[in-house]
């Protein structure tokens, strides 16, 4: 079902560190508000469903919101 490489996409070179887009940049993914979070709700919801319609449409917004945005 995955297939992992272990390289990066975009290889990059940090030469200096920047703490405020760094804390800007792991909310928008993981934190309250982000993709992440986003994605694990609406997957939780679909189990609460009452019909097999809304199940799906959440089982793909869920699945949608969790895929990084590099791979759309």
Same mark, same amino acid.
């Given at each position: 079902?995955?297939?992992?490489?272990?390289?990066?996409?975009? @290889?990059?070179?940090?030469?200096?560190?920047? @703490?405020?887009?760094?804390?800007?940049?792991?909310?928008?993914?993981?934190?309250?508000?982000?993709?992440?979070?986003?994605?694990?709700?609406?997957?939780?919801?679909?189990?609460?469903? @009452?019909?097999?319609?809304?199940?799906?449409?959440?089982?793909?917004?869920?699945?949608?919101?969790?895929? @990084?945005?590099?791979?759309?």
């Amino acid at each position: 079902m995955w297939i992992y490489e272990k390289k990066l996409q975009y @290889p990059i070179r940090v030469d200096t560190t920047n @703490p405020t887009l760094a804390a800007m940049i792991i909310e928008q993914f993981g934190g309250a508000d982000g993709e992440l979070s986003a994605g694990m709700r609406y997957l939780s919801q679909r189990w609460s469903m @009452p019909n097999n319609r809304a199940v799906a449409t959440l089982n793909d917004i869920g699945t949608e919101e969790c895929v @990084p945005t590099g791979y759309q």
